[in-house]
């Protein structure tokens, strides 16, 4: 089992940058892939970044690539996501996962959860 616990939100302008990081818990951290969702109020949970469990392989999605930058140290059991020029479409709580699975951007091959952060970008 993982237990994961998000940090690091809050509220900024456009163009800033914010770290999330994820502290995890439990003997499977290390080899399991860890991913960053996101939900907007109204809106589906999207995938936003993973990272494969050695930190070789990442993987992002179109709408933050080359903005955001997932990475982790299984030394800490911690993982982050560095945020940059951020965009009011950005707010969201942020949630970190974590899953069995090889490096994958669909939801349900997430197994376990944290409770989310809130980020929140003014224009």
């Known amino acids: 089992q993982v237990q994961l616990v998000e940090s690091g939100g809050g509220l900024v302008q456009a163009g800033d940058s914010l770290r999330l990081s994820c502290a995890a818990s439990?003997?499977?951290?290390?080899?399991?892939?860890i991913g960053w969702f996101r939900q907007a109020p109204g809106k589906e949970r999207e995938f936003v970044a993973a990272v494969s469990w050695g930190g070789g392989s990442t993987d992002y999605a179109d709408s933050v690539k080359g903005r955001f930058t997932i990475s982790r140290d299984n030394a800490t059991n911690t993982a982050y996501l560095q945020m940059t020029s951020l965009r009011p479409e950005d707010t969201a709580v942020y949630y970190c996962?974590?899953?069995?699975?090889?490096?994958?951007?669909?939801?349900?091959?997430?197994?376990?959860w944290g409770q989310g952060t809130q980020v929140t970008v003014s224009s």
């Open positions: 996962t974590a899953s069995r699975v090889g490096l994958t951007r669909t939801l349900y091959d997430y197994r376990y």
């Open positions: 439990g003997r499977t951290f290390t080899t399991s892939t």
